[in-house]
């Protein structure tokens, strides 16, 4: 009987200075939303980068090869003409895992005087889309006088994606940012990048106000 109380005691003792070792893991994990960037020209010297985390706290940038582009807090500078990987990042603290790294490529342009100049011409936007009565998909349309084809990106809160022409829209409730009926402008920027022939175009951007309404089953 004694030796079972003896064992039954450093069990206890065991199991307690186990859970003191070994605190439960109560940190949550978070996500980065990376705004898409549009590609750039070189005389413009630099762009915003815009990232939020879902934990609230502060996002990093870095850059895949600083002789292209390097990172000043939220912004990009530039210093050559090429592609590069930007990426945002947040470390993470006593409360939320690290985020796992969101990269973008960022196209930078020189303008060649040898090369011949385009420009766009990116047909005009509703102001406001409301979900419910005008559809979930908006077809974009712009051309370039070059020929060659134009590339859209939106930037603004994450309410849904491009995929081709056509930008494709979230209801409320379809994404971890709004999970009730949300009320927000974006920017919808449409931009060539040139070719061997051509400079790259202005980009041309145009804003719209959206109204995502809950989707009930």
């Known amino acids: 009987m004694i030796g079972w109380i003896k064992t039954t005691v450093f069990l206890l003792f065991a199991a307690v200075a186990f859970s003191a070792c070994n605190p439960e893991d109560t940190k949550r994990e978070q996500n980065i939303y990376f705004e898409d960037i549009a590609p750039q020209i070189l005389r413009d010297s630099l762009v915003q980068l815009k990232a939020t985390a879902s934990s609230g706290l502060p996002v990093v940038f870095g850059s895949g090869n600083t002789n292209i582009v390097t990172i000043e807090g939220d912004r990009a500078v530039f210093h050559a003409e090429g592609k590069v990987y930007v990426y945002a990042s947040q470390p993470g603290n006593d409360e939320f895992y690290e985020a796992p790294n969101i990269f973008h490529q960022l196209v ?71 999970p009730d009926t949300y009320n927000v ?30 989707l009930h089953g």
């Open 108 to 178: 930078i342009r020189d303008w060649d005087p040898n090369k011949k100049a385009q420009t766009i011409h990116f047909e005009l936007l509703p102001s406001e889309w409301k979900l419910s009565r005008d559809g979930i998909y908006l077809s974009l349309s712009a051309t370039a006088t070059s020929g060659l084809p134009v590339k859209f990106t939106f930037s603004g809160p994450k309410v849904g994606f491009i995929s081709n022409s056509t930008l494709f829209l979230f209801h409320g409730g379809e994404s971890p940012e709004f």
């Open 185 to 214: 402008t974006i920017t919808i920027i449409a931009s060539q990048e040139g070719n061997d022939e051509y400079n790259s175009s202005d980009n041309i951007e145009r804003k719209m106000h959206i109204i995502g309404d809950v």
